[in-house]
């Protein structure tokens, strides 16, 4: 098969690659759309320990199942293979398992035409999903985790809270739309390139500003801030932003 493979920082190859088997309890998947999340970026630069090359990269995709369980059907993928039995996946937070594995990282991952995986770690899709958008799942899913996370820690509904997302890239955005399907109200949305807070702008999910020219809420002033840059002016900006009592947090 041919597969997109990092081979060292800052040099992947597009190349032929063995075809990979399913084995028991797993299923092939040939893929049919795959994202790059900002992880995939930190490893192609170095920046990524765990993910030791040469491998094949990837972990947002879907596809159909070719061989194993569920043969011919269109899923996405939970990137997380967890041992099942732990404390942790007993409870449902197989995301902390400590024997957990991932594809596009100890396993090879999606940045090829077939991927294998755990028949557990596959979602069926709905009827008339394209595999693009399905493709999206997990990012979508960390910015859900990451708000339900956060509206614990709110003193009152989101819907009453004014908030302030920081970045529009992916996750940021889906992060903006998912508030929005929750009720809030308040959107706004700090992003310095003009095409991100376009997009923005057309999902119709916030008010959107560019905060090196000025604008956006007063500071001290929202009720929850969300930082899905991670860098040290974000976090210093969050932290201006919210107001006492507030909520801020980094995805």
Not at 188 to 200: Q, S
Request: include cysteine; aromatic fraction near 2%.
């Amino acid at each position: 098969m041919k597969a997109l493979v990092y081979t060292a920082p800052n040099e992947v190859v597009h190349r032929d690659e063995p075809d990979p088997a399913a084995g028991a309890g797993e299923v092939l998947i040939r893929v049919e759309a795959v994202g790059i999340c900002g992880s995939d970026m930190h490893a192609f630069h170095g920046h990524d320990p765990r993910r030791v090359p040469p491998l094949i990269l990837g972990h947002e995709l879907a596809g159909e199942v070719l061989a194993g369980p569920g043969k011919g059907r269109r899923v996405t993928v939970n990137p997380i293979i967890a041992c099942g039995r732990c404390e942790y996946c007993v409870q449902g937070r197989d995301n902390l398992c400590a024997n957990r594995t991932m594809i596009g990282m100890q396993r090879p991952g999606g940045f090829a035409e077939r991927v294998v995986t755990a028949a557990s770690a596959v979602i069926e899709l709905p009827e008339g999903m394209g595999a693009r958008e399905a493709a999206l799942t997990e990012p979508a899913a960390t910015a859900l985790h990451a708000l339900n996370l956060a509206s614990r820690a709110l003193v009152r509904p989101v819907p009453e809270c004014a908030v302030l997302v920081i970045g529009g890239g992916a996750i940021g955005l889906l992060t903006a739309l998912l508030l929005r399907t929750w009720g809030a109200r308040r959107i706004h949305l700090a992003e310095t390139n003009a095409l991100r807070r376009d997009a923005a702008r057309r999902a119709s999910a916030v008010e959107a500003f560019d905060p090196l020219a000025g604008g956006g809420p007063p500071e001290g002033t929202m009720d929850l801030v969300i930082d899905a840059v991670g860098a040290a002016p974000t976090r210093k900006a969050a932290l201006a932003a919210v107001k006492p009592g507030g909520v801020v947090l980094h995805i």
